[in-house]
């Protein structure tokens, strides 16, 4: 029952910038981890960025210097910040969370349906 919402896709320039949001809402405890995750045509989803509650984060070797991942707790929301991008950054990003519902000692873990983000001049 939690419901991530993205936004923040479009076209750009390469070396533009563009930030993403997701937004989670619905039955939620707590959010463990919120991470970024992208896939091109033809090619294996794999992930962008993670974030944990401690704040830790993690990002893949090719975008490294270029994205930042941070959140929002009050507001369940977690971004990702996108400078210096490349064509090869297009891709259909989605967002991940893993969430504890209430009264619960479980985690289930959630997609969004994706926005798209392309890099061409």
């Known amino acids: 029952q939690v419901q991530l919402v993205e936004s923040g896709g479009g076209l750009v320039q390469p070396g533009g910038s563009l930030r993403l949001s997701c937004a989670a809402s619905?039955?939620?405890?707590?959010?463990?981890?919120m991470g970024w995750y992208r896939q091109a045509p033809g090619k294996q989803r794999e992930l962008v960025a993670a974030i944990v509650s401690g704040g830790s984060t993690n990002y893949a070797d090719s975008v490294k210097g270029r994205f930042t991942i941070s959140r929002d707790n009050a507001k369940n929301t977690v971004y990702l910040q996108m400078n210096s991008l490349k064509p090869e950054d297009t891709a259909v990003y989605y967002c991940n969370s893993e969430v504890t519902p209430p009264n619960a000692r479980i985690t289930r873990r959630y997609w969004g349906q994706g926005t798209q983000v392309t890099v061409s001049s």
């Open positions: 619905g039955s939620i405890f707590s959010i463990n981890a």
